[in-house]
């Protein structure tokens, strides 16, 4: 009896966690408050876009970008370094040996920021010279408010 005393609280100690574990709302993925997003690089260019590719990102925002290698198709190991200058960034060599590379900033300002591939001989070079970080600040929501 002496078992089923010290067990009892026990238990229901439990419960009262589990429950109250289960009444709490879901976390928000942090993704959606740091403006997570995901760009692959490869020859074909970011996203297999050549040119011009856009990110659209809030002033202010935190902003976290991973590049991931996409040239795992190609014949022959392809690296590539991204930089976005007017944050200073440069990521590590991208290639078959180091997949990703994650940058984080603060999104300053309000404009187009470029990115692209500093490796000039890359395979592909042209197609990764057309990134860009579209900075939407106070003034661009509200000129578009005024235009509607």
Known sequence: M???SILLPVFVGLLVVASACA???PETPSHQET???R???SRHGFNKSPGEFRLEVEEGQEVEITFVYGDGDF???NPHTIIIPDYGITTGILDENNREETVR????GHGEVTFMCAITDCVGHTNLLGGIVDVHGEDDHEAGEQHN
Do not use: M, R
Not at 105 to 108: D, G, L, P, S, W
């Open 75 to 77: 014949s022959q190991n």
């Open 23 to 25: 009444q709490q709302p």
């Open 2 to 4: 002496q078992k089923v």
């Open 35 to 37: 403006g997570a997003l």
């Open 39 to 41: 760009v692959e690089v």
């Open 105 to 108: 900033f603060i999104a300053k």
